[in-house]
């Protein structure tokens, strides 16, 4: 009993010594502008925020994604901040096993230091849960993370990337919030058969994850939706003409586009703007 008081204090202090280095507040809006939630936790009313156990379908098998509560054993409790940071700027477990791209690093890479510092706060803010992580079922070969070591060397390249819009411009604010914390093209950027991303094909829509089509987000589709009407969609997951979005996006929409802020919403479609048009991807 004595010890396990003991133990609970040591933690309550360790928790809050790593939430000084960060502002946890801060860190739940990044959260929410990253969708954590929607890939950490279950399906179903009972299920845990952030204690994992998502399904993800895709070609190569299912992820399930992982608890990262602050439980020393299930979830990331025994993690160091500089854990956290390579985890999602290098893709890198702190056994140095790579992670499979299922987790977005290859977007997570360029998010901004401060950022990734509040995030880290805010995560350890959250109550620890006991819910074990459930391996991933994935088909032959793709289950050996060696193979990860080429993909990475074909596919990812770590760290922040030049901007491409003017900045201190909404855009600019877009063109972060789309390529780095919300990852938008990690599922409407089409993939080669390796699962690597078509670079020239950003954003151009086809098959997302779980094999269902995603839409375009270049101009060639959105010119056809004002500011408001591409605003009213993301807040609510309706079209102007009534059509519901698929549960996939509707996740999207309950965690993070129908929580950020009105500036940063409108940032994402002032971005989106200024892609060059591109043709939709044959399915």
């Known amino acids: 009993m ?3 008081s003991v133990c609970a204090l040591l933690f309550a202090a360790a928790t809050a010594g790593a939430a000084a280095q960060g502002d946890a507040k801060r860190g739940e809006y990044v959260a929410t502008a990253g969708g954590c939630v929607a890939c950490h936790t279950a399906d179903g009313k009972e299920a845990v925020r952030f204690a994992g156990g998502h399904a993800l379908k895709t070609p190569f098998g299912t992820f399930y994604g992982p608890n990262i ?3 020393l054993q299930a979830g990331i409790g025994n993690w ?3 854990d956290f940071v390579r985890a999602m700027r290098e893709g ?3 056994d140095g096993a790579h992670y499979f791209p299922a987790f ?4 997570y890479t360029k998010i901004a230091d401060k950022d990734l510092s509040d995030l880290w706060a805010y995560l350890r803010s959250l109550p620890p849960d006991a819910r074990q992580n459930q391996p991933h079922e994935l088909q032959f070969p793709f289950g050996f993370r060696v193979l990860l070591s080429v993909w990475k060397k074909l596919f990812f390249t770590p760290g922040p990337v030049a901007a491409k819009t003017t900045p201190g411009t909404p855009a600019a604010r877009g063109e972060y919030l789309v390529n780095a914390l919300s990852h938008c093209g990690e599922c409407h950027t089409p993939r080669n058969m390796l699962g690597g991303p078509k670079p020239d094909r950003f954003l151009a829509g086809g098959k997302g994850p779980d094999g269902k089509g995603v839409p375009n987000l270049t101009p060639t589709k959105l010119k056809k939706w ?3 009407e591409l605003k009213y969609f993301l807040t609510t997951g309706l079209t102007s003409d009534g059509d519901v979005t698929a549960k996939a ?3 999207v929409v309950t965690n993070t586009t129908g929580r950020i802020t009105a500036e940063d919403l409108a940032a994402i479609i002032a971005y989106l703007r200024t892609l060059p048009a591109l043709p939709d991807e044959p399915r």
């Open 69 to 71: 509560t602050p439980h």
């Open 226 to 228: 004002s500011d408001d």
């Open 104 to 107: 977005p690093y290859p977007s």
């Open 2 to 4: 004595i010890l396990s």
């Open 80 to 82: 160091t901040e500089a």
């Open 92 to 94: 890198v477990r702190p």
């Open 249 to 251: 996006m509707g996740d």
